[in-house]
């Protein structure tokens, strides 16, 4: 630990030097307040801030790129506990690792609690986003969003994600794939089509829309500089084009006589038709439609990659889930698609898709910020505090999960849901897409254990954790024959 960690550790006035530190006058502001705060200082929860500026930024990043990645948060759960004290990208935050306070901390969105985004992701979801929207507006549009997605609506799609799903997999027929690059070409087009549908130009539109789309993503994962030739500059353009072409196809779906559309923008369109409210403007259309492509896009893009890479290390389950689909296609005609009773069936693949998630889930951690002091189970987290919910060492906790980093299929035989495993979060915030991503890995997992024998890697590669969870080298892989 460092030397200004061992000076500050275990004392409350840590975090207070912290805000002043980063935040300036608005921490001097703050600092104000804590006559009320001085008695509770010793129910802060402990920890360290490493260096200053930096803060524990360097070993964080250190350990998401070693072979040990879970590492950082192991140790300081033992030295401090389940809810610490540290410093990551310039923020002073508690990270909570504990079930229940992670409950606590995720249900409780207002007055307690409120979400925060960094403000390159801001730019990009743009400020009607669901994930930026709070109070009544966000319980409105989260149920029009949700009506989309629901399984009632996506039991109409299973034939069309597994249309998408063998176009792909035929290309993969003799030679050497890269699973990210067509993992993120399969859930992009499958989102598209259940968010934004472009019609007849689907072709050409489609492929405009997603080079944009993709300079957008690119924007929101970097620093927000706003200067010729930076990614958040490309991004910023990418988002006005990206508008001007939602706002033609609403044109021309408000112009139009032709085909019924029943994608998220249709809804979005008849929202006043569906829930008696205000029409919604285009703005906040164009916000949704984008914000929903880009929560959807790397999440089930890096599920669906580590998925491959899982089952293609495990030659057990691949051959149990070659059973699992053989027996599906044994009882239905030949050429019929998959329908949902069908899916529904994949009870296999659905345990193979929750270890994935528990072991790689794309969603390294949920940001929130207290609205006001909030005290839980004898610990204070002050007032304006960035609080971080760490998925990952929640899945990773050895008495939850016993041999925690082995990949076993059988942990979730006959096991329900609980507050121990929120890869798609949980309480108000709880993933809208979660039925649709869980929908399309399952129909890829089954378009590829019933067309091809096996995969083997073409190169080594193995797992990476930084700057996002993903495959070192992509996954680069050939495929067998039946
Ligand atoms: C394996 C794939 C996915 C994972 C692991 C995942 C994970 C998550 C998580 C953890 C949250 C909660 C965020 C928070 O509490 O701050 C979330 C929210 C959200 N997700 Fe997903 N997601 C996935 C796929 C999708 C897909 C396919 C879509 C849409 C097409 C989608 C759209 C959204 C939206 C719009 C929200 C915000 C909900 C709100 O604020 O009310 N996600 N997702």
Redesign the pocket.
Same mark, same amino acid.
């Given at each position: 630990m460092s030397q200004w960690g061992i000076l500050l550790e275990g004392g409350a006035i840590i975090f207070f030097v912290a805000v002043l530190f980063t935040y300036g006058a608005a921490g001097l502001k703050w600092l104000r307040l804590t006559p009320a705060l001085r008695k509770r200082y010793r129910k802060l929860p402990k920890g360290s801030l490493g260096w200053p500026l930096v803060g524990e930024t360097f070993a964080f990043q250190h350990c998401l790129m070693s072979t040990t990645p879970h590492s950082f948060v192991d140790e300081r759960r033992r030295r401090y506990g389940d809810l610490f004290l540290t410093h990551l990208f310039g923020t002073p935050l508690l990270a909570s690792t504990d079930p229940d306070m992670n409950k606590f901390i !995720?249900t409780k969105e207002e007055p307690l609690f409120t =979400?925060t985004l960094p403000k390159s992701i801001s730019m990009a979801v743009g400020e009607n %986003?669901?994930?930026m !929207?709070r109070g009544d507006r /966000?319980k409105r549009m989260?149920r029009l969003?949700l009506s989309v &997605?629901s399984p009632e609506v996506l039991k109409h799609k299973t034939g069309s994600i597994q249309a998408s799903a063998t176009s792909i997999l035929k290309t993969w027929k003799g030679r050497k794939v890269l699973v990210a690059d067509d993992a993120r070409e399969y859930?992009f087009y499958v %989102?598209m089509n259940?968010?934004i549908d472009m019609g007849q130009d689907r072709d050409e539109r489609s492929e405009v829309f997603r080079n944009r789309f993709l300079q957008l993503r690119a924007g929101a994962r970097a620093l927000p500089i706003d200067l010729p030739g930076t990614a958040f500059r490309k991004a910023v353009q990418a988002r006005k084009h990206l508008k001007t072409m939602v706002e033609t196809v609403i044109d021309e779906r408000k112009r139009s006589s032709g085909p019924q559309y029943d994608d998220l923008l249709a809804k979005l369109l008849r929202a006043s038709e569906s829930d008696g409210g205000e029409p919604l403007k285009n703005e906040e259309i164009v916000d949704v439609v984008l914000? =929903? !492509?880009l %929560?959807? &896009?790397d999440? =089930?893009a890096?599920?669906l990659l580590f998925l491959v890479y899982y089952i293609g290390q495990h030659p057990q389950v691949l051959h149990d889930l070659k059973v699992e689909h053989q027996e599906i296609l044994k009882d239905k005609p030949a050429d019929e698609p998959l329908s949902y009773s069908d899916y529904k069936r994949m009870k296999l693949t659905q345990s193979t898709i929750n270890e994935t998630?528990r072991l790689a889930?794309?969603?390294l951690s949920? /940001?929130?910020r207290t609205l006001q002091d909030v005290e839980y189970n004898g610990r204070m987290v002050p007032a304006n505090c960035p609080v971080q919910v760490w998925?990952r060492s929640l899945h990773t906790d050895p008495d939850l999960y016993p041999q925690p980093y082995n990949f076993d299929v059988d942990r979730w035989k006959g096991k329900a849901s609980t507050n121990n495993f929120? @890869?798609?979060?949980?309480? @108000?915030? !709880?993933?809208?897409?979660?039925d649709? %991503?869980?929908m399309?890995?399952s129909i890829f997992v089954h378009c590829l254990v019933t067309m091809y024998r096996t995969w083997e890697l073409a190169e080594e590669d193995a797992p990476r954790f930084f700057p996002e969870p993903g495959m070192k080298k992509g996954l680069p892989i050939f495929v067998h024959d039946l």
């Open positions: !995720l =979400s %986003a669901l994930l !929207l /966000h989260r969003v &997605f859930t %989102a259940a968010i914000s =929903s !492509l %929560a959807g &896009f999440t =089930s890096n599920t998630l889930n794309p969603v949920l /940001h929130r998925l929120i @890869p798609f979060g949980l309480g @108000p915030r !709880l993933c809208v897409g979660m649709l %991503a869980r399309e890995l």
